[in-house]
């Protein structure tokens, strides 16, 4: 019965991100600039706090009369709940990662800033855009070591292992920000552009506000 229960909310929850989907495909240039905030555990009032200070700063984000959206979206593998106090839906944690698929998929995500579990799922999809599209080679260099890359796994194996190879550096360590750590706690938390943004100038320029 419980087996059943998951597949019919599954199917529930695919459906919904069909909707969505369909919703945000209309006339190009037409969705609100988004930032999703992705991790197990999120402050959503520090994330509209954040989102109301970075507005402010950068008013451009209001396209064409749209105010941005900053979009929290819990997921994760939750582990050892007992001991963290962390509980999570299953159901939910799916619905989110479908939803920032969709989302990402029709071009109306433009900046990730995730934890690193997420951020690494991601970036093995070719979620995100490699750092030599969206900064300068100075900018590159004045780094030092806060860009990411992740492991590339071999799946086919009973367990994923590394190969040794890694993706390109896609995103920016920023958990030295006081406003992102208000919003994700003292988890690591990297910032990175979505490959398929229609706003790139925009989001290069939040990701320069966070470096």
Do not use: H, W
């Amino acid at each position: 019965m419980k087996k059943k229960s998951l597949i019919t909310a599954a199917i529930l929850i695919i459906a919904g991100v069909i909707g969505l989907l369909g919703c945000s495909s209309g006339k190009s240039g037409s969705a609100a600039f988004q930032v999703a905030f992705v991790s197990l555990s999120i402050n959503e009032k520090a994330v509209s706090d954040y989102g109301t200070y970075l507005t402010g700063q950068i008013p451009d984000l209001t396209i064409n009369g749209k105010a941005p959206l900053f979009t929290p979206m819990i997921t994760g593998e939750a582990r050892n709940d007992f001991d963290s106090g962390i509980t999570v839906d299953p159901m939910m944690a799916m619905g989110s990662m479908m939803r920032m698929a969709a989302v990402g998929a029709a071009g109306d995500l433009d900046v990730i800033i995730a934890d690193m579990e997420n951020a690494a799922r991601q970036a093995r999809g070719g979620m995100f855009l490699p750092l030599t599209s969206i900064l300068t080679s100075s900018e590159l260099s004045a780094l030092e070591n806060r860009s990411l890359s992740f492991d590339i796994l071999d799946t086919s194996g009973y367990e994923p292992r590394p190969t040794g190879e890694k993706t390109p550096a896609c995103g920016v360590l920023i958990t030295g920000n006081e406003r992102i750590r208000n919003i994700f706690g003292n988890q690591e938390i990297g910032v990175f552009i979505s490959a398929n943004t229609k706003n790139l100038e925009l989001a290069k320029m939040v990701v320069r506000s966070l470096l």
